[in-house]
């Protein structure tokens, strides 16, 4: 060990407390999407449920270049004295402020209908497909240069989790507060002035925990850049054949179907079928809190049981509570919230290992390859995740339109009893086939994780 390496801090809080802001920051700009974008589409600019849905499909296949781009130019980008992948949440941070804040284009509402499309399509574009991939793909490979040791990069997913969840609690608990208010009707609807406002303040302080990332965060394994000349054959041959990675693709994209279906008709269903806002806050404060407790708790489990064994138990407790809740069809919101913090608890045992699951991917590739491509690998799971966003906004935009959602129709006693059903029917089926992804296809089990560890230890002379 050289002495520039000894006079590296260890690993500890600060690392910790960091990395839970890198992603506090990410998700005040994603979750702040993924639940309201859809229902300001719809219901203060006019635009069809469906056509919401095709542009964020639309904008997943424009990911698949952009977030794999993104990788190799992290991986080829030259170490830097704060490391390889910190830099890039300086560079970023303000476009992908800036980019979220002209999604909520409300002043444009009454401009014809073919240029509130185009605008649409445009911000959304060019917020997630290039300024959210441009911070986000160094952030999710960073944990791997944060430290190498198992237990650590478990607790960065832990906090990582946190992060979300806390961004989730202002975003699902005090937003609708703001941003939803009762029209002449009786009738709890979306403020577009307010939605605006939103915007505005959720991507200061997305920049603010940026920073704080950046700054609280140290690099301890030096990953070199990559120079092998780029072949993209090479590349799909080697990703299609790595099935530790195929597996993580497929529960990743179940689980955000399912878990943004669930937030995004959350938008529908408090306001239309319970007729409250309140609700809203409340069901995502029982839900936040759930994760957090299960984040601090669940560590404790994964050296026992491993991550793959408790992600596959969550997916199993989520399906058989939405099946259930389907079948009652009730109109109690209590009963409801019960059925729903019960599905959103098994969505946090995924939450809390996922993060830890990839770095055991990347891990894996290196043994089985003798390469180590972190930026690469995590770009097409975090291209995956989007292919789940879209997979939830085209399907819901989809049978919000074939069951009638409109901005006139949006009380009507047969789309509200329709959106009762989609908000069941999809994550539970999302739910079920997460589970069999990992179940049959991911094959690192617990035992496999250790053994991989143990061997990149000895490679790197650390035993």
Request: aromatic share 12%; with cysteine; proline share 3%.
């Amino acid at each position: 060990m050289s002495s520039n390496q000894k006079k590296v801090k260890p690993f500890g809080m600060a690392d910790k407390l960091g990395y839970m802001f890198g992603d506090f920051g990410n998700d005040f700009t994603f979750i702040l999407s993924s639940t309201f974008l859809m229902k300001f589409y719809t219901d203060v600019m006019g635009v069809s449920a469906g056509i919401v849905g095709v542009m964020m499909m639309v904008a997943r296949i424009v990911d698949a270049f952009t977030d794999v781009t993104m990788g190799q130019i992290v991986d080829r980008s030259r170490p830097t004295e704060k490391g390889k992948f910190t830099p890039w949440l300086k560079r970023m941070c303000g476009p992908v402020a800036v980019a979220s804040v002209l999604m909520y284009a409300v002043w444009f509402k009454d401009m014809p209908m073919a240029f509130k499309v185009f605008w649409m399509f445009l911000t959304y574009l060019l917020w997630g497909s290039v300024c959210y991939t441009g911070i986000n793909i160094p952030y999710g490979s960073m944990a791997s240069a944060i430290s190498e040791n198992a237990k650590d990069r478990q607790e960065l997913s832990s906090w990582r989790t946190i992060g979300a969840t806390l961004a989730n609690m202002v975003i699902g608990v005090v937003l609708p507060m703001f941003v939803y208010y009762e029209d002449a009707a009786g009738n709890t609807v979306l403020s577009g002035n307010n939605m605006a406002i939103a915007g505005v303040i959720c991507s200061i302080c997305a920049v603010i925990c940026y920073l704080l990332c950046y700054n609280l965060t140290t690099e301890r394994v030096k990953i070199e850049k990559e120079t092998e000349k780029f072949n993209l054959i090479h590349l799909v041959k080697y990703l299609v054949s790595n099935r530790a990675l195929i597996g993580i693709i497929v529960a990743a994209i179940m689980l955000l179907l399912s878990q943004l279906t669930l937030s995004g008709m959350g938008q529908y269903i408090y306001p239309n079928y319970f007729g409250s806002k309140e609700a809203l806050s409340t069901a995502n404060m029982i839900t936040a809190v759930l994760t957090i407790i299960l984040a601090f708790v669940l560590p404790s489990f994964v050296d026992k049981v491993g991550k793959k064994e408790l992600a596959i138990f969550g997916g199993v407790i989520g399906s058989i509570a939405l099946i259930a809740a389907f079948f009652v069809h009730t109109d109690n919101l209590a009963v409801w919230i019960g059925f729903y913090a019960v599905a959103y608890f098994g969505i946090a045992f995924f939450n809390v290992v996922c993060w830890a699951m990839i770095t055991d991917v990347i891990d894996d590739a290196e043994v089985r390859t003798g390469k180590r491509s972190d930026g690469t690998i995590y770009a097409v799971y975090s291209f995956a995740r989007k292919l789940g966003q879209a997979a939830s906004s085209g399907l819901t935009g989809g049978l919000l339109t074939l069951i009638g959602y409109s901005k006139e129709t949006a009380f009507d006693p047969d789309v509200v009893n329709g959106i009762y059903n989609i908000t069941c029917i999809v994550p539970a089926a999302g739910f079920i086939l997460l589970s069999l992804a990992l179940a049959f296809i991911y094959p690192l089990n617990r035992k496999k994780v250790a053994q991989n560890v143990e061997y990149l230890k000895k490679k790197r002379g650390k035993l």
